[in-house]
């Protein structure tokens, strides 16, 4: 990586500021972003301590120790006796004239939420849930939309110290008992129905459901949009001042690998992690208006709100990214004039294949940064999207739902280059691993964390002893968390995600990711979407291909491109063309699940069909499951 303070465009940067004030500090310079990262894992109570003084964090009470390392990575405690709140964070913001949340949807229906109204409905919905008996460490389960009522009903819920978890409605009753039965919560609070590509779904079904179904459940709350000027002072908000380790959320995995995992967050881990990740890496600064798409049951919702925390505009949207036209989303930009516009990697690909022609998602200058994550931002994808957006800043991040963050994302002040990732993250100890535990540079391995990083799980739910934990991320090597990515870092310490590790391609002792032949599938003219797996069961070890076509391809054409393309050992065995391929809400493609499918595992033991955005497109799997079952005996 270049020097940063080399570029003009850098001076702008909050990452810069960050660094000269560091430099500073600690009377040195930092020739390289790739030197400042170095010290920021090297020096990792030292970092933070510097990040939480930077972006002027409150402690009610001082911490005494900033970081205690215990014989594993999972012991690891920060800022161990200081107390803070999330809500107050986001309230010390606070303007009588400025706007909190800006809102839109499908219907074309917008709402913008002043400070005050913000307030007024946080305080609304905690003296509601006072009155209720809520008190600090109960959870709270939102079965809800990404409206400004439930950013409200999060803030009332942090500001007494409760543990917020929450699902979109689009999930079934199935999936959220599934979920919210995990953790136990005191209280419901919901809405009643969605609008989804113009039509209207009912839910009270699946509520009822819930309240008979989670005993534990003593009230439920329908959520409203009632957001009247009332008046009140920012003085009778009071907030419950907790540890920095004191659980804020408890996110749900996607269920793409099992039973769906809660996994609990720190507080204090979330204010700093996103302050960093928003603030530094893309560079989001007290007024900018901050958009990603998302469902509540993703993480990027919960990382999205990290704007609040910047004193950034929070701008939400509900309904299909594609509906009524192509353009939707990017109206809603230039309606609010959005600074920072994210969404899945998939939606991308799909806005550049559905037209070349987008008006309004041209001549935007507003937009500081255009991010994107889920999956792989293929590189025509990404190099397109450059050519659109000359002036912006294209990144994709990398991460997941176990940190609620990204290891790998953008370095402001810099250029990406198409399908790669910029950087490690500061304070983000990232390596790349060969099967014998040594770092390796320019080869394809895994990722993994070498040293602990503020916002890793503090635990999952119900997982006393930390089976599930150490069995998630600490089977392979010994302290080292293992993420689950296949990757490589480059020379100029940019990456490259290949897919996940487990669903990598070795044939003939040649690994490959699944994201390389997708990538090299979407130069074929006609191919839409695929899914390769490598399918090694019974005795039988082949590579099939699954592929969404706007016309028909032969299995030698097809071939005949990725032996040319990328390798011979890499053609597959056998290729169907489908419909559609299944997707979770999220975005994420169900490669491992349908593996286990196919491998003859029960659908309903490896992936829950109401997490799914298409759950139609799975049956195909199902019944060609039948088949090669069939075949196999």
């Not at 940063?4 to 702008?12: F, N, Y």
């Not at 190099?383 to 991460?399: C, D, E, M, V, Y």
Request: hydrophobic content about 35%; some cysteine.
């Amino acid at each position: 990586m270049g020097n940063l303070s080399g570029r003009k465009r850098a001076m702008e940067t909050r990452l810069q500021s960050f660094q000269n004030q560091l430099e500073q500090q600690l009377e040195r310079e930092f020739k390289t972003y790739a030197e400042l990262h170095q010290y920021s894992v090297n020096n990792l109570g030292e970092f933070w301590q510097f990040l939480a003084e930077f972006f002027e964090i409150k402690f009610f009470d001082q911490p005494q120790r900033i970081l205690e390392t215990g014989g594993h990575l999972i012991d690891t405690r920060w800022f161990t006796g200081a107390t803070l709140s999330y809500t107050y964070e986001v309230f010390k913001h606070f303007r009588p004239d400025g706007i909190a949340v800006h809102y839109s949807d499908e219907e074309g229906n917008s709402l913008s939420v002043s400070w005050p109204s913000l307030l007024a409905k946080v305080l609304h919905y905690k003296n509601i849930f006072d009155q209720y008996g809520l008190k600090k460490g109960d959870r709270v389960a939102g079965y809800v939309l990404n409206r400004p009522d439930t950013v409200a009903a999060f803030l009332a819920t942090n500001a007494l110290g409760a543990i917020w978890a929450s699902c979109p409605p689009e999930f079934g009753d199935k999936a959220v008992q599934d979920r919210f039965e995990l953790i136990e919560p005191r209280l419901l609070v919901a809405h009643t129905g969605y609008t989804f590509r113009g039509k209207y779904f009912d839910r009270s079904e699946v509520l009822k459901k819930l309240e008979e179904k989670i005993p534990s459940i003593e009230h439920s709350i329908i959520l409203d949009l009632d957001f009247k000027e009332k008046s009140c002072e920012l003085d009778q908000l009071t907030f419950e001042k907790v540890g920095f380790d004191h659980p804020i959320w408890i996110l749900f995995s996607s269920g793409t690998t099992g039973k769906p995992k809660a996994i609990t967050h720190r507080t204090g881990g979330m204010i700093l992690e996103h302050c960093k990740a928003l603030g530094l890496h893309q560079d989001v600064h007290s007024g900018d208006r901050y958009f990603w798409y998302s469902t509540t049951g993703w993480m990027m919702y919960n990382y999205s709100l990290g704007s609040l925390l910047l004193g950034a505009t929070l701008c939400l949207y509900h309904g299909d990214s594609f509906y009524p036209n192509p353009d939707r989303l990017w109206e809603f930009a230039r309606e609010f004039k959005i600074n920072h516009f994210g969404h899945g990697s998939v939606y991308f690909s799909h806005l550049l294949s559905k037209s070349s022609k987008l008006s309004s998602a041209a001549h935007q200058p507003q937009l500081k940064s255009i991010g994107a994550t889920g999956s792989v931002l293929h590189k025509e994808v990404a190099a397109a999207l450059k050519q659109r957006f000359p002036k912006t800043h294209i990144i994709s991040l990398s991460g997941g739902t176990d940190v609620c963050s990204a290891f790998l994302g953008g370095l402001p002040g810099s250029e990406s280059k198409p399908g790669e990732l910029q950087c490690k993250l500061l304070g983000a100890a990232v390596e790349i691993f060969d099967e014998k535990g040594e770092k390796i540079i320019n080869t394809p391995g895994e990722l993994v964390l070498t040293a602990p990083l503020i916002s890793m799980p503090l635990y999952f739910w119900n997982d006393s002893k930390h089976s599930k934990y150490l069995s998630s991320y600490y089977a392979d090597y010994q302290n080292v968390w293992r993420h689950g990515d296949w990757a490589e870092e480059t020379t100029q310490g940019s990456f490259i995600i290949y897919g996940r590790s487990d669903a990598t391609l070795n044939r003939h002792g040649v690994r490959i990711g699944t994201a390389e032949i997708d990538q090299s599938l979407k130069q074929i003219d006609g191919v839409e979407d695929s899914l390769v797996l490598h399918f090694n069961h019974k005795g039988q070890d082949e590579l099939l291909l699954f592929v969404k076509t706007a016309k028909d391809l032969s299995t030698q054409e097809i071939n005949q491109h990725l032996k040319t393309k990328l390798s011979p050992r890499h053609q597959a065995d056998r290729i169907w063309q489908v419909d559609d391929l299944p997707y979770t809400l999220s975005g994420k493609k169900l490669e491992i699940p349908i593996r286990k499918i196919l491998e003859g595992q029960s659908p309903a033991e490896v992936v829950s069909l109401e997490a799914l955005r298409n759950p139609e497109a799975i049956q195909f799997f199902i019944d060609l499951n039948n088949t090669l079952y069939e075949s196999k005996h």
